[in-house]
């Protein structure tokens, strides 16, 4: 698979490449000629001429379709009837080739980064390096900075998602390429170990190409699990400790007077993989332990494993240094002989055998490096990092700091960071549940016959007055529903967990669609009963906090009123004081955007973000805001550091919790450098925006909050006119789309909607946007704005060449504006109608399909010209030319795999039930989810 030639220069998604940029992309191309060449010897190879054959051709067609020189409809017909024993390998050639595209393509930002380093010039925003350079011009003083940063917080929050199917193996040769390619783009032809470069890579290609891209059955919770923690390994257990102890060290030579600044971890990862229930009947009790224990089993097997390594490293003799007397105390905890002058390794392996001990009383399987000594546990961290810091003391005083600044620092940072626990598991579920749940327990308990039926005053005294108490509403013998014992068992896995490994275990209870500050008690109620909340003596134990989380239009515009309800009952402020006056608030970009479009859904974040900062500051708590986001731009997606950046003032204010999801993971974490980089844009946006002024607004902020107010009024509009109103527009959604198969091709543990409807409002926001984004619609992240914006230019007092002006100038100063624009380009950019059309083919019923997709058309066209009018840019992504190159470089060959699901899709609903037209379907989707790194 060989790459476009020199002519491929037409704009495809509004894009334009010049000479310039293509000369400054040649290694770039240069890599992703290598990789497709070796793919496409493998292709031929294992499959023959037949296959490779007809790859080569659709991909010399997919380009003759960029350039406009054939009708797509002719690429069509190229698949039409194809058999399906070559259409499989014609899927997993492209799909391939995407795996292997993004390695060239991560390869190339590292050179990229590299040069400019080397040029001397200053470093990139949303480095660390650039953030410090900002907060040393800002002049700041220590007791600004040390209050500012007071229990400073950065969390991305690992999800699962449907389109993360690859298998581990696919994963670690993933790994390989990129390691060898690293290698290959530094001017090596060979190995550290003397093999071949290019003969390594086919070997691995060729492993690649024989290992099945997904699992036949479908993916597990436990499957789930096991691909969620292993980027700790991969990465993280590297680069967490490493961009913690920077950051402290860092910001502390610039305040020394701050006291305690950032005593605790800033960086502190956590999961919902395991406790996300909501609409998930498959997470029960059994798997939250299975969560929490995997967890627990991943952090003390690397500390084993660590120590292990630091035994063999620190081999100092007594006869030539002097150790302290603690490390001779500790040391003296194992008295073998054939260690007697060797105090480090004596000490290590004290330290290894208690932690060993730990390991046996906590966890449910035992992991390598375990050394049984009879010794004592630990009991908690802090425990096992007091006896690091006696080794690293001690190292320093006898001039061994290079070693007690390696090893043995990043493993009292890994420990300080991840305890026991490794990460924090939040719990989820529906506020319809708790509500069902905790009528059951109220009713069974003779508290109330029927709490349903009772009004939101009276709801809130009487729970409010059951969390008073110390008596339990049940007992062991209780006659529950499944559901409610169910739900029960779930909590009472969680407080084991917090029992077993510390209350870092499980941090948060998030409560979906809540509206009421009963939706909140009810969650305290469930707590209690687990013994996760007494709130009835004089200092109330809570160390679940609760997370409101606020999701449709409605609810987000209603957030701050709750939230204040909440905070004025006494007995609930007296839980958050307890936590130390921080109160958690989730917002959600997916249900909002699903609900009211992108336009509004993003402003009404934004206003909430407004009004619950407010109601913060007038009631003394610290807010943290967590960023419900998924990886596409429309659930929240999009470049994180300008995200954080475009949060309204004081919204960050130290803290940021964020989920991160799918695909959008491996394209983050799977690899230290870009791990590296990703974290580092995390921590950089949220210090820049505490500590600096970043919305640049001043006192025009209300005025363009006015202008947006309009303007998302006009968005939700246009939205609700297509997907709420027009008739058959459901059909035409499950019809064009591959909304259907995502729920019945093994794909992913939950089910794709929340209750059995065809409702879009009970879809589940992942299958709502993959569907769009498999069809190439995109529709949620765009969809509305065009028609809002052009409305509202045309409707004010104003000229129009007035109000475009006032767009023009928000653009400039107001970095939420520019993100808003900013993502929805990417979106747009990766949209492609002419492709969609293929996918409204599959609509039966032609009034409809004309209907709708002509709706889909014109809008299209009316956001593309808006969004030129506004930002003056001829070219969607001028703002960011890594996608633009990946765009040009990559998208021909996403058609075929968009041509083939269509063509298979027609297929199977016809009734052709072969198993190999289902898994075509899959890789399809997993080969386009790749592709296109956010699509879900």
Known sequence: MAEASDTALAPIGGVRRTRLGREATEPMRAD??????????????????????????????????????????????????????????VIRAFSHFALLAN?????????????????????????????????????????????????????????????????????????????????????????????????????????????????????????????????????LFQVIPQVNAEVRDALRARWPDADGLLSEPILQPGSWIGGDRDGNPNVTADVVRRATGSAAFTALAHYLSELTHLEQELSMSARLITVTPELTALADGCQEAARADEPYRRALRV??????????????????????????????????????????????????????????????????????????????QNSDVHEEVVGELLAWAGVHPDYGSLPEGERVE????????????????????????????????????VELYGAAAVPNYVISMCQSVSDVLEAAILLKEAGLVDASGPEPYCPVGISPLFETIGDLHNGATILQAMLDLPLYRSLVDARGGCQEVMLGYSDSNKDGGYLAANWAVYRAELTLVEVARKTGVRLRLFHGRGGTVGRGGGPSYEAILAQPPGAVNGSLRLTEQGEVIAAKYAEPQLARRNLESLVAATVESTLLDVEGLGDAAESAYAVLDEVATLAHRAYAEL??????????????????????????????????????????????????????????????????????????????????????????????????????????????????????????????????????????????????????????????????????NRFPYLEPLNHLQVELLRRYRSGDDDELVRRGILLTMNGLASALRNSG
């Open 32 to 89: 992703i000629r290598l990789l497709g060449a070796i793919l496409g010897d493998t292709v031929r190879e294992q499959n023959g001429d037949e296959v490779f054959d007809l790859v080569e051709r659709a991909r010399v067609e997919s380009f003759r379709v960029r350039r406009s020189e054939i009708d797509r409809a002719e690429m069509s017909r190229m698949f039409s009837g194809l058999d399906i024993h070559l259409a499989i390998p």
């Open 103 to 235: 390695v060239a393509e991560d390869i190339h930002r590292e050179r990229r980064r590299a040069i400019h380093v080397a040029a001397g010039e200053p470093p990139q925003d949303s480095s660390l390096a650039a953030t410090y350079a900002k907060l040393d011009q800002a002049e700041l003083n220590s007791a600004t900075v040390a209050a500012a940063l007071e229990g400073a917080l950065v969390s991305p929050v690992i999800t699962a998602h449907p389109t993360e199917t690859r298998r581990r193996t696919v994963f670690v040769t993933q790994h390989r390429i990129t390691e060898l390619m690293r290698l290959h783009a530094a001017g090596h032809t060979e190995t550290d170990h003397g093999r071949n470069i290019e003969l390594e890579l086919r070997r691995q290609v060729l492993t690649l190409w024989q290992t099945a891209l997904i699992r036949l059955s479908r993916l597990q919770i436990t499957d789930e699990i096991d691909v969620g923690l292993r980027y700790y390994p991969a990465a």
């Open 351 to 428: 330290i290894r055998g208690r932690l060993s001990a730990t390991a046996a009383e906590i966890l449910d399987r035992r992991p390598q490096h375990e050394l049984d000594l009879g010794l004592p546990p630990y009991s908690t961290p802090p425990e096992l990092r007091a006896d690091l810091d006696v080794v690293d003391a001690s190292l320093r005083t006898h001039g061994s700091a290079l070693l007690a600044d390696d090893r043995l620092a990043r493993l009292r940072e890994s420990v300080h960071v991840f305890g026991f626990h490794l990460s924090g598991l939040d719990m989820r």
């Open 462 to 497: 009487l729970l409010a007055g059951e969390l008073g108490t110390r008596r339990p509403l049940v007992g062991d013998l209780a006659q529950l529903s499944d559901l409610a014992r169910g739900e029960l068992g779930v909590l009472t896995a969680a407080a084991r967990a």
């Open 723 to 888: 997907v709420h109103e027009t008739p058959g527009f459901v059909e035409y959604f499950t019809a064009s789309t591959p909304v259907s198969e995502i729920g019945s091709l093994n794909i992913g543990s939950r089910p794709t909607s929340r209750r059995p409807t065809s409702s879009i409002s009970d879809l589940r926001a992942i299958p709502w946007v993959l569907a769009w984004s498999q069809s190439r619609v995109m529709l949620p992240g765009w969809y509305g704005s065009g028609s809002a914006f052009e409305r509202w230019i045309a409707a004010g007092p104003q000229s129009e060449t007035a109000r475009v002006e006032m767009l023009h100038e928000l653009y400039r100063r107001w970095p939420f504006f520019r993100s808003v624009l900013s993502n929805m380009a990417q979106v747009l950019a990766k949209s492609d109608l002419g492709l969609a059309a293929r996918y409204a083919e599959l609509v039966a019923d032609e009034s409809l399909r004309h209907r709708v997709f002509g709706k889909i058309v014109d809008e299209h066209r009316r956001t593309i010209a808006m969004h030129k009018l506004i930002t003056g840019h001829d070219d969607l992504l001028a703002d960011n030319p890594a996608l633009a190159r990946s765009v040009f």
